[in-house]
Structures are given as C-alpha cells and as structure tokens.
C-alpha cells in the first residue's frame, strides 16, 4: 500500500472542517447582529411608547419606532395615563433574519422604559424625590 494521495484527503477534511466553521461563525454572527438589531428596535419602541402613555396613542408611537429600527411590534403594555405619575411601559418587539445555516428565524426582544412627566414641568428637570423640598430660613 501506498501513502500516495493522504494529504490530499487530509487537506480536504480540513477545508470542509473550515468551511463548516466559518458557517457557523457566520450564523451565529447573524444571530448576535439580529438580536440586537430587535433589542435597538424593543428600546427604541419603549421609549416613544411610554412618552406616548401622557400624551396619546402610545401603540402606534411604539409601533413606528419598532418599524423605523427594522422590527415589528409583537406586544405593548402602555396604558394611557394622563396624571403625572410615574409610569412604565414593555414593549416586545421581532426581527427577522435570513441565517446562512439555518434559514430564516425570527428574534424577539424586549424593551423597557420609565417616565415621569413631573419632569416635563419648568424647574423640576432632575429634581430627586428621595430628598424632601428645602424650606428656607424664616
């Protein structure tokens, strides 16, 4: 027997063995870049949603934020609320993404926000509640 032809077989498996891991690097790359092009969008959606909690229509504010940052909003917990009270709002949004690997998938991501409308009022910008108002010496 000859040991004629083995490195050629060699160097294939290894190419194929490369090839498969630039594969799966790529997808998980993709994945990564997806997942936080829906966390961006999640965020992004969040912020205009509790905004829009004070001032109206938070639903569709977060709906064309996901859309703007390339997501769709899947769900939105912002109830309008028009006191000045401190409020939250979740919202989840989904990517789609086209894997080299795998296909195509979707990412979901989700994004919180708070807001304090006191804070919109002329002189309370960065006021800190835990601190009591100052009296002033009489």
């Known amino acids: 027997m000859s040991d004629r032809g083995a490195a050629t077989v060699v160097a294939a498996a290894v190419v194929a063995l490369l090839v498969a891991a630039a594969l799966v690097v790529a997808t998980v790359g993709q994945a990564l870049v997806a997942y936080q092009r829906a966390s961006t969008a999640a965020d992004a959606a969040a912020l205009a949603a509790v905004r829009g909690t004070f001032y109206g229509r938070p639903f569709n504010r977060a709906s064309a934020m996901a859309a703007a940052n390339g997501g769709r909003l899947v769900s939105c917990r912002c109830p309008v609320d028009r006191t000045f009270a401190r409020r939250e709002s979740t919202t989840v949004v ?45």
């Open 94 to 138: 989904e990517v789609t993404v086209d894997l080299v690997a795998l296909g195509t998938r979707t990412v979901r991501a989700v994004g919180r926000a708070e807001f304090r409308p006191v804070d919109l009022i002329e002189g309370s910008a960065g006021a800190d509640e835990s601190r009591p108002p100052s009296t002033a010496a009489r």
